[in-house]
Each structure stands twice: as C-alpha cells, then as structure tokens.
C-alpha cells in the first residue's frame, strides 16, 4: 500500500503540472507567470491581471478543464510588497473532479476585473475583499460593505489596521440610538492575573504540587535540625 501511494504521489503532480502547461500554451503569450503544484498535490496558477477574465472563461469552457464552479475567492495582504494584495480564487471541477487555484496580485489603487460575469456568486465574494482588504473590482457595480456597518471606516483585515480598530459602537440610553466614539480603552479597575490556571487553583484537595513554593512540607523522620 505504501508503494502505491508513492507512485501516485508523482503521477498527480505530473497531471497538475500538464494541465497548468496547457492552460498557459491556450492563452495569449505571459498571461500564466507562473505553474506551481504545492504539495504535490494542488495546482496554482499566477496571472497578470488583465488575462483573469479569458483565463477564467477558458477554464470555465474548457472541455479539458471545466471548472463550474468558483467555490472561493479571498484576499491575502503582503504589506512589504509593492503590489501588496493577492486576490485568490479556488475552482472546482465537478464533472472532471479537479481544483484549481488562481491568484493575481494588485495594490490599494489598482482594480482587479471583476467575474461576476463569469460566476453570478462572485459579487458576494467580490464585495467582502472589498470590504476586509479595500480591493478594488472593476465592472463590479455592487460594492457595497457587506460584513461590517456602513459607516465603518478602514479595511479590518489588512495588517496595518489596528487591532482595537477606529471607533466603538454603543447605545446611548439618553438619546436613544447607536452612537460612534473613538477608541477608549481604560486601564482603571482592571485585574491582570497571570498565575496559570493551575497555580490558580490553590483549594483543591490532593494538590500538593501547587503549594510546593509555598508552604514548606514536613520534615522526613528522623533528621536532625
């Protein structure tokens, strides 16, 4: 059984590896930057941005490759890097029972096209990168906020948003509404423990071990002070 499973190992990826291959020689010359199969197993392709569109359509059409479905696109922020976005999109194969991974990368200004044209669910997808990352869509006409309020301001999951964000949201008792205010985060009346649960429990019967540092133990018999 383990040499089956060594030999497969090979042969899947020399099938990803000759599908990326035919998907770069069916599309305009530098659409496909790059074909790597990760561990041995998933086959991702790197695009310019402006081949997104006619690569996905030949994947979607493709006899060959007849990715359906697009089950997932994501955003990933490389804050070091000039085009610090990655756009990453997972299709699916039913009929042929093969994935694929796409990514394309973009900064804060450039607009990636949108595939709602292509998959009619990618708006959903297309308007929550907009709404973590700020990634801009072009021909998306429905980019609205879709997991944080309409007045939220920033992008919460690019990594030089601030943890604790911007504003806090409360209901003002006195006015009667939701109201906005910055940031407060008051230091007073707060306890930081920092026993570990274990030391913490110092009432338990039977746990010697906690007090050892603490209270000293009974003398062995038969010494002398």
Avoid at 64 to 77: P, S
Avoid at 97 to 108: C, G, H, L, P
Avoid at 130 to 136: F, H, R, S, T
Avoid at 164 to 178: A, F, I, M, N
Wanted: hydrophobic share 40%; charged share 30%.
């Amino acid at each position: 059984m383990a040499d089956t499973l060594d030999t497969a190992a090979p042969d899947r990826a020399g099938r990803l590896q000759a599908m990326g291959e035919a998907v770069r020689q069916a599309l305009p010359h530098g659409t496909v930057r790059s074909i790597e199969v990760e561990r041995g197993e998933e086959l991702v392709l790197r695009l310019r941005r402006d081949g997104l569109v006619e690569t996905m359509t030949l994947l979607r059409d493709g006899a060959d490759f007849a990715f359906e479905q697009l089950m997932d696109l994501c955003g990933v922020d490389w804050p070091e890097r000039p085009e610090r976005f990655e756009v990453v999109y997972n299709l699916l194969s039913l009929s042929l029972n093969q994935r694929i991974r796409v990514v394309v990368s973009t900064d804060a200004a450039t607009p990636v096209p949108s595939l709602a044209a292509v998959w009619p669910n990618a708006t959903w997808y297309e308007r929550e990168a907009w709404d973590m990352y700020g990634i801009v869509f072009e021909g998306q006409t429905d980019l609205r906020r879709l997991l944080t309020d309409y007045g939220f301001e920033g992008h919460p999951l690019r990594k030089d948003f601030p943890l604790t964000g911007y504003v806090e949201v409360r209901y003002d008792e006195e006015r009667k509404q939701v109201v906005y205010e910055p940031v407060t985060l008051t230091q007073d009346f707060r306890n930081f423990d920092f026993l570990s649960p274990w030391e913490a429990m110092t009432t338990l019967p039977g746990d010697e071990k906690v007090h050892l540092n603490r209270i000293e133990g009974p003398k062995p018999q038969g010494t002398t002070p």
